[in-house]
């Protein structure tokens, strides 16, 4: 699908749709489900057209957003992002944007998230073990 996509120039529409799935919190991850498959599906060199746009979107709905989900899903794209193009490319393409923004992205929205999540684990293996001890 995705050599089609490019060569019948359907990607910009296939965009507006992921536009319009970010505009709710209802369909924001569903949103990223489509943005992660275009990331791997889509050659880079066409996706890097858009790429200011999509960062301009995202990180304009992730500033407004009260969704626990939404930066989760950011930062997982961000991980996917990395891993298949590197940690340069994302903070330079993040860097057209503003300067430094990735630092203020992975201190102030990633980093809380990966603590939450370790907190939650955490909890869950203390109740669990609560759980256990009082069952026997």
Same mark, same amino acid.
């Given at each position: 699908?995705?050599? %089609? #996509?490019?060569?019948?120039?359907?990607?910009? &529409?296939?965009?507006?749709?992921?536009?319009? =799935?970010?505009?709710? /919190?209802?369909?924001?991850?569903?949103? %990223?489900?489509?943005?992660?498959?275009?990331?791997? $599906? #889509? &050659?880079?060199?066409? %996706?890097?057209? $858009?790429?200011?746009? #999509?960062?301009?979107?995202?990180?304009?709905?992730?500033? @407004?957003?009260?969704?626990?989900? $939404? &930066? #989760?899903?950011?930062?997982?794209? =961000?991980?996917? %992002?990395?891993?298949?193009?590197?940690?340069?490319?994302?903070?330079?393409?993040?860097?057209?944007?503003?300067?430094?923004?990735?630092?203020?992205?992975?201190?102030?929205?990633?980093? &809380?998230?990966?603590? @939450?999540?370790?907190?939650?684990?955490?909890?869950?293996? /203390?109740?669990?073990?609560?759980?256990?001890?009082?069952?026997?």
């Amino acid at each position: 699908a995705a050599p %089609f #996509i490019v060569s019948n120039n359907q990607l910009m &529409p296939v965009l507006g749709i992921f536009q319009k =799935l970010n505009s709710s /919190r209802a369909t924001e991850g569903s949103a %990223f489900d489509l943005l992660c498959a275009l990331l791997q $599906y #889509i &050659p880079i060199d066409e %996706f890097s057209k $858009y790429m200011g746009t #999509i960062f301009q979107l995202v990180l304009t709905r992730l500033h @407004g957003t009260k969704s626990n989900l $939404y &930066p #989760i899903r950011f930062g997982q794209f =961000l991980g996917l %992002f990395a891993a298949m193009h590197g940690g340069t490319f994302l903070s330079d393409s993040l860097d057209k944007i503003q300067p430094n923004i990735i630092v203020v992205l992975l201190q102030h929205k990633w980093l &809380p998230k990966v603590k @939450g999540c370790a907190n939650n684990k955490t909890q869950a293996k /203390r109740k669990e073990k609560t759980t256990a001890k009082t069952i026997r």
